[in-house]
């Protein structure tokens, strides 16, 4: 790989370039599976092996493919991995693969994994391609995770409640009561809108935290500036007194 770090890789993945924080990739299914974590996490980690898969495939067949032809490979690509996934899922955690229904298959259409097909894996060899989209596909789940673990908390007083239908009857023990039983809820908070009122709660942080970082870049430079100058200054004044 030529010009791009392993490191910016994953700088991107997971906070610059996160398919659902930067690029507003992936919405439907982020917006509508995301009523507790447990869900987020099995149509992430689902979303996560496609991206894998996909990209090294593409990144593999790269010299091969025609320029005409890049889009509909693409697809064909994408769909037969998502086929596989979604027939493993309906065979080894059928309780999840009902509740996620739909959308599985629509995991064809998430425009983020397309994307890093043809912006990343595209031009690029296959073992960058697959870091890539384990990585953007990590960013993707982890905030799943994290949105339907908000509205699962403040919605249910819950946490990974039913984490069972993913990964078995031992789960149980995971589910955390977070408010007192007695809690009866906020409904809205599991209802489509919560699902906007969160996201949106999720967007203005990571705004706020980069606002954060930038300051504190730009102060740093300000006092290398700053020190290079009086060194300059100090070095100046050495040489005129000699």
């Not at 919605?155 to 007695?182: E, I, K, R």
Request: aromatic residues 8%.
């Amino acid at each position: 790989m030529s010009d791009i770090s392993y490191k910016q890789i994953i700088v991107d993945g997971l906070w610059k370039n996160n398919a659902g924080l930067v690029q507003l990739l992936g919405l439907c299914p982020l917006l509508a599976v995301t009523n507790n974590a447990i869900n987020g996490l099995g149509l992430g980690v689902a979303t996560l092996i496609t991206l894998v898969i996909s990209n090294a495939s593409v990144s593999a067949c790269r010299h091969w493919i025609k320029r005409e032809i890049r889009i509909p490979f693409y697809v064909m690509v994408i769909a037969t991995n998502v086929t596989v996934v979604d027939l493993l899922m309906n065979a080894y955690l059928p309780d999840l693969h009902s509740v996620l229904g739909i959308f599985i298959p629509l995991i064809v259409t998430n425009c983020a994994i397309i994307a890093r097909a043809e912006a990343f894996a595209s031009k690029q060899p296959v073992l960058p391609s697959i870091v890539d989209g384990f990585m953007m596909g990590l960013g993707f789940l982890l905030l799943l995770v994290v949105l339907g673990g908000l509205r699962e908390i403040v919605g249910s007083g819950t946490l990974f409640a039913n984490a069972s239908v993913m990964l078995g009857s031992w789960a149980d023990q995971l589910s955390l009561q977070v408010f007192h039983q007695d809690y009866s809820g906020f409904l809205l908070a599991i209802l489509p809108p919560g699902a906007f009122i969160f996201m949106g709660f999720i967007l203005a942080a990571k705004n706020i935290i980069d606002g954060y970082l930038d300051k504190q870049k730009a102060a740093k430079l300000r006092a290398e500036k700053l020190a290079a100058e009086a060194k300059s200054q100090i070095i100046g004044g050495v040489s005129a007194i000699e």
